[in-house]
């Protein structure tokens, strides 16, 4: 190989590299990466990514966010927590509305620095479940529905649904068996015409027919002309089981459902596990 030009291999004459100057990159010194390493550890060990939950909003997030309080001792604390309406299903500490389990014996929990600033303030802390937000256990039955299984035993739909789905790694030309089954995407919610959908629904029957799905949840898939069926299984499958579970329990506990007749027809139609091919035809 030729000498790059300009390089002067008779010993005596061998330049001194450049002083370093700041218009030069550089390579880290051990010591500045030594540096940058700790830091990297200090910001992502497990004391730094520790969670808790907020006894009042009973939101999880970063311990580093929020503080131990002596409960009683927070001002105002009795004024914005003490629900107006005790409900049989409230479980109080000391008639306050917050995460009873979550406070120790020394009267002692962890509150978010959101909903401690509120209370000092005198304010009502948004996402505090005394207001309006406190919903209870939500039982198993209820639980176990997926997205689609919960459109079937609504009675209501103020949106209508938009997923659009498409390959991570859209840009090359791929075979989808070849993929790993990760799929990106967004939902878009749009003002449904509701009339329309009444005049559609048969009264108080249900569950929803399948066919009301294609009404209130369309699918696109973008970059990818056909999608193994497994890949939309997880977020579009249904089980009839779950669903009809669901639906006895609302008809049995939920004043708005007292009245509804539960339609073998319509169960019948379900798969019994699987993706309704009334969804696979709006793909
Ligand atoms: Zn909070």
Same mark, same amino acid.
């Given at each position: ?69 002596? @409960?009683? #001792? +927070? /001002?105002?604390?009795?004024?914005? %927590?003490?629900?107006? $309406?005790?409900?049989?299903?409230? =479980? ?42 406190? @919903?209870? #256990? +939500? /039982?198993?039955?209820?639980?176990? %529905?997926?997205?689609? $299984?919960?459109?079937?035993?609504? =009675? ?128």
């Amino acid at each position: 190989m030729e000498e790059p030009a300009g390089n002067e291999s008779d010993g005596e004459d061998v330049q001194e590299p450049p002083e370093p100057t700041s218009q030069y990159m550089q390579l880290p010194t051990p010591e500045q990466q030594q540096h940058c390493i700790a830091a990297f550890i200090d910001a992502t060990n497990n004391e730094a990514l520790e969670s808790a939950v907020c006894v009042i909003c009973m939101r999880e997030l970063l311990r580093k966010e929020g503080d131990l309080h002596v @409960i009683k #001792d +927070i /001002l105002h604390v009795r004024r914005h %927590l003490s629900p107006a $309406e005790v409900h049989a299903a409230h =479980q109080l500490w000391d008639g306050l509305l917050i995460a009873s389990t979550c406070i120790d014996e020394g009267g002692q929990g962890w509150v978010c620095q959101e909903c401690h600033r509120a209370l000092r303030a005198n304010r009502m802390p948004k996402y505090a479940m005394n207001n309006n937000l406190w @919903i209870g #256990d +939500i /039982l198993l039955a209820l639980q176990k %529905l997926q997205f689609v $299984e919960s459109l079937l035993v609504a =009675q209501h739909y103020p949106r209508c649904y938009v997923f659009k789905l498409y390959p991570r790694d859209a840009s090359r030309a791929q075979n989808p068996h070849h993929l790993q089954r990760a799929m990106a995407g967004n939902v878009t919610l749009y003002e449904i015409n509701v009339p329309a959908v009444v005049d559609m629904l048969e009264g108080r029957l249900l569950l929803q027919s399948v066919e009301t799905l294609s009404s209130v949840l369309a699918i696109m898939l973008v970059g990818t002309k056909q999608l193994p069926k497994s890949w939309l299984s997880r977020t579009f499958r249904v089980h009839c089981d779950v669903v009809l579970e669901a639906l006895k329990w609302l008809q049995a506990n939920n004043e708005n459902y007292n009245d509804v007749t539960i339609s073998e027809e319509h169960i019948n139609m379900l798969p019994v596990d699987g993706i309704p091919a009334e969804i696979e035809a709006t793909i």
